[in-house]
């Protein structure tokens, strides 16, 4: 499978034939090798995230301390600084 992805299809052929000749038919491997010697194969295209969806809040948080004052104060932003 490699192979088909990286372009070497001659590479590929030559595995799947090596895998039908080993008769192994661990998991299915019989039948997957003589799919791809038929169809090279091909990665599944999974859909790209809406920006919407993908974007994570630009939020900063700043540390201060301010005089006489022993803890630190936290706050938060709406926007990165």
Not at 18 to 46: C, F, H, I, M, W
């Amino acid at each position: 499978m490699i192979f088909d992805i990286t372009g070497q299809r001659d590479r590929a052929v030559n595995e799947y034939n090596l895998a039908v000749r080993s008769k192994d038919n661990t998991q299915g491997a019989q039948e997957e090798a003589a799919k791809y010697l038929k169809k090279p194969y091909e990665r599944k295209k999974t859909p790209k995230p809406s920006n919407r969806a993908s974007k994570q809040p630009n939020i900063s948080v700043r540390v201060r301390i301010r005089r006489g004052h022993a803890a630190p104060v936290v706050s938060t932003c709406g926007r990165h600084t």
